[in-house]
T-cell receptor
């Protein structure tokens, strides 16, 4: 079975540019999560969706970040404009709904903003 | 106080050793607990869920102490391939889907 699929795997861009990260959750999973991981702050939840609806975006750093989930099989995380401090690994994870369900992670997008 | 606290390590142990990690959590309403494993430059992967009565999966044993709000992971007969960072994970409370990840405990198994 296909796991969570993220693209691109790596992104290097200059500050000020728009960055779009993509995620395809595991088929049948109705919860989707976007995380950011850095050495300093560890793994931080940015936003999560349940049945395509954003439930909690309290982790989104600022207005430069936005996320959408137009359907059950696709989500995007957009940063506009990007800044060097946004450099991190961004993970998407999906799960069945419910706190007892483990989350399954994609390979991540390694983002570098110059 | 952090929601989930772990000793960052590193724990350096020889092959064949038994090693244990502890993790404490602050939200007494949390009901779901997991251990994840993360290899260098890879994504976190579920190692095992942690059940109230404790559970075992091969060389790995997880325990939960609700009264003291801590979780433990015991690894017996360590292998070189066990070298990784182990993340303690707790849900936000009740049936909440949000999980809080600890910053991880690094394990290095040596010859």
């Amino acid at each position: 079975d296909a796991g969570v699929i993220q693209s691109p795997r790596h992104e290097v861009t200059e500050m000020g540019q728009e960055v779009t990260l993509r995620c395809k959750p595991i088929s049948g999973h109705n919860s989707l999560f976007w995380y950011r991981q850095t050495m300093m702050r560890g793994l931080e939840l940015l936003i999560y969706f349940n049945n395509n609806v954003p439930i909690d975006d309290s982790g989104m750093p600022e207005d430069r970040f936005s996320a959408k989930m137009p359907n059950a099989s696709f989500s995007t995380l957009k940063i506009q404009p990007s800044e060097p401090r946004d450099s991190a690994v961004y993970f998407c994870a999906s799960s069945l709904t419910g706190g007892q369900q483990p989350q399954h992670f994609g390979d991540g997008t390694r983002l570098s903003i110059l | 106080r952090k929601e989930v606290e772990q000793d960052p390590g590193p724990f350096n142990v020889p092959e064949g050793a038994t090693v244990a990690f502890n993790c404490t959590y602050s939200n007494s309403a949390s009901q779901s607990f997991f251990w994840y494993r993360q290899d260098c430059r890879k994504e976190p992967k579920l190692l095992m869920s942690v059940y109230s009565s404790g559970n075992e999966d091969g060389r790995f044993t997880a325990q939960l102490n609700r009264a003291s709000q801590y979780i433990s992971l015991l690894i017996r007969d360590s292998k070189l391939s066990d070298s990784a960072t182990y993340l303690c994970v707790v849900n936000k409370g009740g049936t909440a889907s949000k999980l809080t990840f600890g910053t991880g405990t690094r394990l290095q198994v040596t010859l």
